[in-house]
């Protein structure tokens, strides 16, 4: 199942805005000019690669930086100008050279620190970011943006404790930054602390009415209590600020596809892809949700997309193989069945609906009870009996094998723990069948 997220498997959502934001470090402003004629033209050569730098003409701004050195080689601060200038180029080795060459003119230059450890935590060099992180900090204490550094490197090797502290202490020296209460509540987030979180991203929200990661992130909280209403609402208000916000997109539609809005889902989902062609989720969801509509023909090229994209994404081989169950491809949901379970054997719905197919398949050659029954009890203890499909299949293994007795008794639970009408009007049919002495075989309730 999706989980919308801003984070996915990568540092949280506000490390974006971080990028962002480091990478537009104010430029130190240029010495007033020196009598001499060198320092004059140096001077002057700076202030043109700062407006050229704030212009976003980055090469420009290199060149610019690059003359006033050559007019004054003795520079930090020019040096780290051109440094920071080049990571947005990028070229993150040169920005290495710079930034090092800065620390050696003026090994009290915070800025620079900050500076490398951002290049290094690009390259997940994550221990040498938080040791340059930790030099700025020695330098300059009341830095907020050191620590507010450090506590995003911290995060994303998951010292969390120790990323609280730092953003705790960030926020302290600057508690009007949106930024810092959305990341920190990222955090806490990531510890289960939703209702901490929620504070912490309903403040960013209230400092910058248009940040719209941290609709984004509230919403997402809302998503893991549960409350899908609530984070519909809340991905909503971000994309009325930020329309292409593919990520906004799948979280909503994921949303949607809760609470059975299945074709506003996949429009949604749709909507995703038109911002971020190349994500796989999105094709992962709509195509969910084209399958629950009874498009499944959509839904298998969905997943076709989605694996083309991402060939081990965890869930959408054993998608497809559903898929191909309920478009008569036994044969197809067979071979990516056993995929999904090669990959993950404690994939449960894999397990449940290769069980099922094992027990009924109307083609005796893909049926065997017997291992059926395997993957039927491995699926019901991963779920631990609280699942009516793991049960059912477990039912529908003992019916093959010709064990009715034990087949009505786990039908019998599936049924109570069924809630869908639908659902329930099947597994009923079922549990006669077994009453009845008769093995299950699809197509069947």
Same mark, same amino acid.
């Given at each position: 199942?999706? %989980?919308?997220?801003?984070?996915?498997?990568t540092?949280?959502?506000?490390?974006?805005?971080l990028?962002?934001?480091?990478?537009?470090?104010?430029?130190?402003?240029?010495?007033?000019?020196?009598?001499?004629?060198?320092?004059?033209?140096?001077?002057?050569?700076?202030?043109?690669?700062?407006?050229?730098?704030?212009?976003?003409?980055?090469?420009?701004?290199?060149? =610019?930086?690059?003359?006033?050195?050559?007019?004054?080689?003795? !520079?930090a &601060?020019? *040096?780290?100008?051109?440094?920071?200038?080049w990571?947005?180029?990028?070229?993150?080795?040169? =920005?290495?050279?710079?930034?090092?060459?800065?620390?050696?003119?003026?090994?009290?230059?915070?800025?620079?620190?900050?500076?490398?450890g951002?290049?290094?935590?690009?390259? /997940?060099?994550?221990?040498?970011?938080?040791?340059?992180?930790?030099?700025?900090?020695?330098?300059?204490?009341?830095?907020?943006?050191?620590?507010?550094?450090?506590?995003?490197?911290?995060?994303?090797?998951?010292?969390?404790?120790?990323?609280?502290? !730092? *953003?705790?202490?960030?926020?302290?020296?600057?508690?009007?930054? #949106?930024?810092?209460?959305?990341?920190? @509540?990222?955090?806490?987030?990531?510890l289960?602390?939703? @209702?901490?979180?929620?504070?912490?991203?309903?403040?960013?929200?209230?400092?910058?009415?248009?940040?719209?990661?941290? *609709?984004?992130?509230?919403?997402?909280?809302?998503?893991?209590q549960?409350?899908?209403?609530?984070?519909?609402?809340? *991905?909503?208000r971000?994309?009325?600020i930020?329309?292409?916000?593919?990520?906004?997109?799948?979280?909503?539609?994921?949303?949607?596809?809760?609470?059975r809005?299945?074709?506003?889902?996949? #429009?949604?989902?749709?909507?995703?892809?038109?911002?971020?062609?190349?994500?796989?989720?999105?094709?992962?969801g709509?195509?969910?949700?084209?399958?629950?509509?009874?498009?499944?023909?959509? +839904?298998?090229?969905?997943?076709?997309?989605?694996?083309?994209?991402?060939?081990?994404?965890?869930?959408?081989? %054993? @998608?497809?193989?559903?898929?191909?169950?309920?478009?008569?491809?036994?044969?197809?949901? +067979?071979? !990516?069945?056993?995929?999904?379970?090669?990959?993950?054997?404690?994939?449960?719905v894999?397990?449940?609906?290769?069980?099922?197919?094992?027990?009924?398949?109307?083609?005796?050659?893909?049926?065997?009870?017997?291992?059926?029954?395997? &993957?039927?009890?491995?699926?019901?203890?991963?779920?631990?009996?609280?699942?009516?499909? #793991?049960?059912?299949?477990? =039912?529908?293994?003992?019916?093959?094998? /010709?064990?009715?007795?034990?087949?009505?008794?786990?039908?019998?639970?599936?049924?109570?723990?069924?809630?869908?009408?639908?659902?329930?009007?099947?597994?009923? =049919?079922?549990?006669d &069948?077994?009453?009845?002495?008769?093995?299950?075989?699809?197509?069947?309730?």
């Amino acid at each position: 199942m999706l %989980t919308p997220s801003r984070s996915r498997g990568t540092p949280p959502a506000a490390l974006a805005a971080l990028v962002a934001t480091a990478l537009a470090f104010p430029l130190a402003a240029p010495t007033p000019a020196d009598a001499q004629d060198a320092s004059v033209r140096a001077a002057e050569a700076r202030a043109k690669g700062v407006a050229l730098h704030q212009l976003k003409d980055y090469a420009g701004a290199v060149s =610019a930086f690059t003359e006033a050195l050559e007019l004054d080689p003795k !520079d930090a &601060l020019a *040096y780290f100008d051109r440094a920071t200038s080049w990571a947005e180029v990028p070229d993150l080795d040169k =920005a290495t050279a710079d930034y090092a060459e800065a620390l050696k003119l003026d090994p009290k230059l915070a800025d620079a620190y900050i500076g490398l450890g951002r290049i290094y935590a690009a390259q /997940g060099r994550i221990d040498e970011a938080v040791a340059d992180y930790s030099r700025a900090v020695e330098i300059d204490p009341k830095d907020p943006l050191a620590l507010f550094a450090r506590a995003q490197a911290e995060t994303s090797r998951r010292s969390y404790a120790k990323a609280l502290a !730092d *953003y705790d202490a960030a926020i302290r020296l600057a508690p009007s930054s #949106a930024l810092f209460h959305l990341s920190r @509540g990222d955090v806490r987030r990531a510890l289960g602390e939703h @209702g901490k979180a929620v504070e912490d991203f309903t403040r960013a929200i209230r400092l910058d009415p248009k940040l719209a990661d941290a *609709y984004d992130a509230r919403a997402a909280v809302a998503f893991d209590q549960g409350k899908h209403l609530d984070a519909v609402a809340d *991905y909503g208000r971000a994309l009325k600020i930020d329309p292409d916000d593919a990520l906004a997109h799948l979280g909503r539609a994921t949303a949607l596809f809760e609470l059975r809005e299945y074709d506003l889902a996949a #429009a949604d989902y749709g909507r995703a892809l038109e911002s971020a062609p190349e994500l796989a989720d999105a094709y992962y969801g709509r195509a969910r949700a084209l399958a629950q509509t009874g498009d499944f023909d959509r +839904a298998a090229a969905d997943y076709d997309k989605a694996l083309e994209l991402a060939p081990d994404h965890p869930s959408a081989r %054993t @998608g497809r193989g559903i898929v191909r169950l309920l478009q008569k491809r036994y044969a197809d949901a +067979a071979a !990516d069945l056993d995929a999904a379970l090669q990959h993950n054997p404690d994939d449960a719905v894999a397990a449940t609906h290769r069980a099922r197919l094992l027990a009924a398949s109307p083609d005796a050659k893909l049926r065997d009870g017997a291992r059926a029954r395997e &993957l039927a009890e491995h699926a019901r203890a991963l779920t631990r009996e609280a699942e009516p499909h #793991a049960l059912a299949a477990l =039912a529908a293994a003992d019916a093959e094998l /010709g064990r009715f007795p034990t087949a009505v008794s786990w039908q019998a639970m599936a049924l109570n723990l069924s809630r869908d009408p639908d659902e329930r009007t099947k597994a009923q =049919a079922r549990l006669d &069948l077994y009453k009845q002495g008769k093995p299950l075989r699809d197509p069947a309730p």
